[in-house]
Nanobody, 127 residues
Framework: QVQLVESGGGLVQAGGSLRLSCAASRRTFSNYAMGWFRQAPGKEREFVTAISRSGGTTYYADSVKRRFTISRDNARNTVYLQMNSLKPEDTAVYYC????????????????????WGQGTQVTVSS
């Protein structure tokens, strides 16, 4: 069992930045590829970004490329999401998730690979 706890959400103006963190409970954190997903009101949950278990390979949705950066610190059992140039359409609940795979192919965009999820953190971007 892996418990994931997100933090760092909040209210920010358009053009601003936020950094989300996701802390994992398990010392085998490095065995999991990690992903961030988001769900806006009235919409389905969507893929945002993912990172392989080593941290060497990353994937991004087109909508966040060159604005968001995913990273991980396996020594701290934590994955991060740096969000810059935020837009009102980025407003959503952001979830981190863990997949028990290496993460070296773009299957990570599919949430069915993930079997552990955090509770989510709200990000609101005002115009």
């Amino acid at each position: 069992q892996v418990q994931l706890v997100e933090s760092g959400g909040g209210l920010v103006q358009a053009g601003g930045s936020l950094r989300l963190s996701c802390a994992a409970s398990r010392r085998t954190f490095s065995n999991y590829a990690m992903g961030w997903f988001r769900q806006a009101p009235g919409k389905e949950r969507e893929f945002v970004t993912a990172i392989s278990r080593s941290g060497g390979t990353t994937y991004y949705a087109d909508s966040v490329k060159r604005r968001f950066t995913i990273s991980r610190d396996n020594a701290r059992n934590t994955v991060y999401l740096q969000m810059n140039s935020l837009k009102p359409e980025d407003t959503a609940v952001y979830y981190c998730a863990a997949a028990p795979v290496a993460g070296y192919n773009d299957a990570l965009v599919d949430e069915r690979w993930y079997n552990y999820w955090g509770q989510g953190t709200q990000v609101t971007v005002s115009s």
